[in-house]
């Protein structure tokens, strides 16, 4: 079945240090991928998503790009701020002609950032 | 404003006492499901619904009912709680109509302790 592996955390980064949390995953055919993150006390909020090879999805100063060949979605950030700390969550959704967003998300065991000022 | 509104956001309750967690979307999606969360793995899905009277298994649905009457409501009842349900549980909601773009919404949560 599919499934999504995230880079363990916890993630304790300093105020504009450069950031990458490693997502890979198994699935069948071409599934669309996903960033979600949830800040504390709330719900999971899209931060960023790809529905095909190559594509690269950004948003706040985050980026991951869809690689097929080596099956992975890592997100990164070039230089972070203390509201950036959440928990990050890869997920996928099994693939469709052109991508899609509805349907169940498998979701990576998520990975909790902290950065301090 | 578009949202998925999640009820109680809090419960401590005990062993067998029948619980419903409500959540209503008002966006008019077909798509709701139900997932859990809890540390280490992720979430996993419990329920979902394609549209009214269409609901499915996910992951994880033992314990768990779901039902979908009208289209903007999909409750989760626990019908016997116990300890081991003890976790945090979203709802999310999504349309399969339109751009494939539209992002899944989620609710805000609901934190259930199970004594």
């Known amino acids: 079945g599919n499934s999504v592996t995230q880079m363990e955390g916890p993630v304790t980064l300093s105020e504009e240090a450069f950031l990458t949390i490693n997502c890979t995953y198994t699935a069948t055919g071409y599934p669309s991928l996903f960033w979600y993150v949830q800040y504390p006390g709330e719900g999971l909020q899209l931060l960023l998503k790809a529905t095909k090879a190559d594509d690269k999805g950004s948003n706040k100063g985050f980026e991951a790009t869809y690689r097929k060949e080596t099956t992975s979605f890592h997100l990164e950030k070039g230089s972070v701020q203390v509201s950036d700390s959440a928990v990050y969550f890869c997920?996928?959704?099994?693939?469709?002609?052109?991508?899609?967003?509805?349907?169940?998300?498998?979701f990576g065991q998520g990975t909790i950032l902290t950065v301090h000022p | 404003e578009a949202q998925v509104t999640q009820n109680p956001r809090y419960l401590i309750t005990v062993t067998g006492k029948k619980l419903t967690v409500t959540c209503s979307q008002n966006m008019n999606h077909e798509y709701m499901s139900w997932y859990r969360q809890d540390p280490g793995l992720g979430l996993r899905q419990i329920y979902y619904?394609?549209?009214?009277?269409?609901?499915d298994k996910g992951d994880v649905p033992e314990g768990y009912k779901v039902s979908r009457k009208e289209k903007r409501n999909f409750p989760l009842i626990l019908e016997s709680p116990s300890p081991n349900q003890t976790s945090l549980y979203f709802c999310?909601?999504?349309?399969?109509?339109?751009?494939?773009?539209?992002?899944?919404?989620f609710g805000d949560g609901t934190r259930l302790s199970i004594l």
């Open positions: 997920a996928l959704i099994k693939g469709g002609a052109g991508g899609t967003s509805y349907g169940k998300l498998t």
């Open positions: 619904s394609m549209n009214v009277e269409v609901t």
């Open positions: 999310a909601s999504s349309s399969y109509r339109g751009p494939s773009n539209q992002p899944q919404h």
